[in-house]
């Protein structure tokens, strides 16, 4: 049974050329949903740009942290080992693994 997300109602005002062009591709019936994608998917990319201007102050990966992918062979041979192996698994069992290796 899927689970009813509370909605609320806004008023939004749009130029009017805007509206226009709205009414002239979109049914009556789906702008409703068509604004909330809309929506959704703009704030997918603000929230994008914000994680990746995050990692641009503080990145997620550190040279010194991985010295056996130092070069595109290094990542090559981790791919490929990734790839043989019996995906998927989980990502403790990754952990362990990579633990193993050092």
Not at 28 to 54: C, G
């Amino acid at each position: 049974m899927a689970v009813k997300t509370p909605k609320k109602r806004i008023n939004v005002t749009f130029p009017a050329s805007l509206l226009e062009e709205l009414k002239t591709y979109v049914s009556p019936r789906e702008r409703n949903k068509f604004i909330v994608e809309a929506t959704e998917s703009q704030i997918k990319r603000i929230r994008l740009r914000k994680v990746l201007a995050d990692l641009r102050q503080e990145p997620a990966w550190s040279d010194e942290d991985h010295p056996d992918l130092m070069t595109v062979e290094d990542v090559n041979n981790y791919v490929r080992k990734l790839r043989e192996t019996s995906m998927p698994r989980s990502w403790d069992e990754i952990a362990a693994e990579a633990e193993q290796d050092d």
